[in-house]
């Protein structure tokens, strides 16, 4: 069995660097999201959590903007609120396209697959809606879509069709701010180094970048963040590990035990054969009577 974290990533890869310094908040990244792929509205439901209503990343959410309120100044700025500290951390969240994608490893039919430009996509058509894809997910991204006859897994593409035909993807292509920076991975990741340095000599001594590091548990991903506070602020795991970095090893442990335990039934079966317990005492008998008479 082949695991993604086996597999190299050819060179041209592409990807997301989303400057959350910047992101003003107008999910103009949702709507264009979905309406470019079509993806069923999410509840519209209000929520109550600041001005974020979608919550999470999931089957019918591509894109994410999270919205977080804080009492405390952002950097040097002056607040202006009657003497309090105060501060929005807005975000838009997405698939992180990882460099050892788990999702990839658990599929059975092949529906989710590694593209030319070094994304993950799913083929809805091709997908039986097992479900394996969204537990096995670190970063808890994927969701299924129920349907009348059963359901598919479902998550952003980065705009697959758009990259064929030599365009950015629609969230990126929108952004007012260019929170969301599309193009070569390499030149993304020496981008962001230089940002970073601009934000901390602001005064955002907190900032930092999260998923550009290729040696991270999932080995660097193809949509990584300049973050202002701590990952687990946005809702992001502090230290991402690929789920199924253990199965290979797993498979070789389950394989010795199952070699071992056929091992032991053949000889079992062997020592019951009619003849076989008598011929063993005749083997044994002088052996046993040279040791009494030592």
């Given at each position: 069995?082949?695991?993604?974290?086996?597999?190299?990533?050819?060179?041209?890869?592409?990807?997301?660097?989303?400057?959350?310094?910047?992101?003003?908040?107008?999910?103009?990244?949702?709507?264009?999201?979905?309406?470019?792929?079509?993806?069923?509205?999410?509840?519209?439901?209000?929520?109550?959590?600041?001005?974020?209503?979608?919550?999470?990343?999931?089957?019918?959410?591509?894109?994410?903007?999270?919205?977080?309120?804080?009492?405390?100044?952002?950097?040097?700025?002056?607040?202006?609120?009657?003497?309090?500290?105060?501060?929005?951390?807005?975000?838009?969240?997405?698939?992180?396209?990882?460099?050892?994608?788990?999702?990839?490893?658990?599929?059975?039919?092949?529906?989710?697959?590694?593209?030319?430009?070094g994304t993950v996509?799913?083929?809805?058509?091709?997908?039986?809606?097992?479900?394996?894809?969204?537990?096995?997910?670190?970063?808890?991204?994927?969701?299924?879509?129920?349907?009348?006859?059963?359901?598919?897994?479902?998550?952003?593409?980065?705009?697959?069709?758009?990259?064929?035909?030599?365009?950015?993807?629609?969230?990126?292509?929108?952004?007012?701010?260019?929170?969301?920076?599309?193009?070569?991975?390499?030149?993304?990741?020496?981008?962001?180094?230089?940002?970073?340095?601009?934000?901390?000599a602001a005064g955002?001594?907190?900032?930092?970048?999260?998923?550009?590091?290729?040696?991270?548990?999932?080995?660097?991903?193809?949509?990584?963040?300049?973050?202002?506070?701590?990952?687990?602020?946005?809702?992001?795991?502090?230290?991402?590990?690929?789920?199924?970095?253990?199965?290979?090893?797993?498979?070789?442990?389950?394989?010795?035990?199952?070699?071992?335990?056929?091992?032991?039934?053949?000889?079992?079966?062997?020592?019951?054969?009619?003849?076989?317990?008598?011929?063993?005492?005749?083997?044994?008998?002088?052996?046993?009577?040279?040791?009494?008479?030592?």
């Amino acid at each position: 069995m082949a695991f993604d974290l086996d597999e190299a990533i050819g060179a041209g890869r592409v990807g997301f660097f989303t400057d959350t310094s910047v992101c003003i908040g107008c999910k103009a990244c949702e709507v264009a999201c979905k309406e470019w792929n079509a993806v069923p509205d999410d509840g519209l439901t209000f929520t109550g959590m600041s001005y974020d209503n979608t919550v999470s990343l999931g089957a019918d959410t591509w894109r994410h903007v999270a919205f977080i309120e804080q009492r405390r100044p952002l950097g040097h700025q002056e607040p202006g609120l009657d003497g309090q500290d105060f501060r929005w951390l807005m975000a838009s969240d997405v698939c992180k396209h990882c460099t050892h994608a788990a999702c990839l490893d658990v599929c059975p039919t092949g529906s989710l697959f590694r593209t030319e430009y070094g994304t993950v996509v799913v083929q809805e058509d091709v997908c039986n809606g097992c479900g394996y894809c969204v537990p096995a997910c670190p970063f808890g991204v994927i969701g299924k879509r129920e349907r009348e006859h059963g359901g598919t897994a479902a998550k952003c593409t980065m705009c697959y069709d758009r990259l064929g035909a030599g365009e950015e993807p629609a969230c990126a292509k929108t952004c007012p701010t260019d929170s969301i920076q599309f193009g070569d991975l390499e030149e993304l990741r020496e981008r962001a180094e230089r940002r970073l340095e601009q934000v901390r000599a602001a005064g955002v001594t907190s900032a930092q970048l999260y998923g550009h590091d290729t040696g991270d548990g999932v080995g660097g991903m193809g949509a990584f963040f300049l973050l202002l506070d701590e990952p687990e602020v946005y809702g992001l795991p502090p230290d991402p590990v690929v789920t199924t970095r253990d199965l290979p090893s797993m498979w070789r442990h389950t394989a010795t035990a199952a070699l071992a335990l056929l091992a032991g039934v053949a000889a079992a079966a062997w020592l019951r054969r009619p003849g076989t317990t008598v011929a063993l005492r005749r083997w044994a008998g002088p052996a046993t009577r040279r040791r009494r008479k030592a």
